[in-house]
């Protein structure tokens, strides 16, 4: 049973272009999480997915961040018009249900040039 | 808010000796759960051990174990035996029993010396 898969694992975008960065959950996990981590901090939540439904956005950046989980394929983070302050390791998380544990991806490290 | 503090930035052992890792919490709420994640350099998150706040036991796995003091809101982190495979960065973590989302701390950076 393969975990939680995140691709690329590495990304390098130069200032204003945009960012996607995919998160496959496990297998039988319908409940998607993001969180940030900036260098030599914890993580961060950003947001909170189910299928076709965001749960909790609480975390998210106001602007030029984004979203989604649809029904088939991975859920996907978006973030237009990268800046150099977005350089961080995006991490994905899945659980089976709301309460249940979260098993992490091996995260997306962004650098922004 | 929750907030989730670990004051020790950096700590180090002795190879086969015990370390305790801090960490204290604030909250409202009566029941919740914690957890201690371990980050190795591989960036990789893994799941070390979790506590119920409604359980009085402290929870233990293998050389892991925590010293869960609810009314200091206390969840300190003791290995034992420690081996050199145990370095890495860990984070303290909190999340309510009726919400999803984790509350992390900062993080200390644990080495193991031969």
């Known amino acids: 049973n393969a975990g939680v898969m995140q691709n690329p694992r590495h990304l390098v975008r130069r200032r204003g272009q945009e960012a996607r960065l995919r998160c496959s959950p496990m297998k039988g996990h319908s409940h998607v999480y993001w969180y940030r981590q900036l260098p030599e901090e914890g993580l961060k939540f950003m947001v909170y997915?189910?299928?076709?439904?965001?749960?909790?956005e609480s975390g998210m950046p106001k602007e030029r961040f984004s979203a989604e989980f649809p029904k088939e394929g991975p859920s996907i983070l978006r973030i237009q018009q990268v800046v150099r302050g977005d350089s961080a390791a995006y991490f994905c998380a899945s659980s089976q249900g709301s309460y249940n544990e979260q098993f992490f991806g091996p995260g997306t490290r962004l650098t922004v040039l | 808010a929750q907030t989730v503090t670990q004051s020790q930035p950096e700590m180090s052992v002795q190879e086969a000796e015990t370390v305790t890792l801090s960490c204290t919490y604030d909250?409202?709420?009566?029941?919740?759960?914690l957890f201690w994640y371990k980050q190795p350099p591989s960036r990789q998150m893994i799941l070390v051990i979790r506590q119920e706040a409604y359980k009085q036991q402290n929870a233990t796995e293998n050389r892991f174990s925590v010293n869960f003091q609810k009314a200091a809101k206390s969840f300190s982190l003791k290995i034992s035996d420690s081996q050199l495979g145990d370095a890495a960065m860990y984070f303290c973590?909190?999340?309510?029993?009726?919400?999803?989302?984790?509350?992390f701390g900062e993080g200390t950076q644990l080495t193991v010396n031969p």
């Open positions: 973590a909190y999340r309510e029993t009726s919400g999803s989302r984790l509350t």
């Open positions: 909250t409202s709420e009566s029941d919740y759960y």
């Open positions: 997915l189910q299928k076709e439904n965001i749960i909790d």
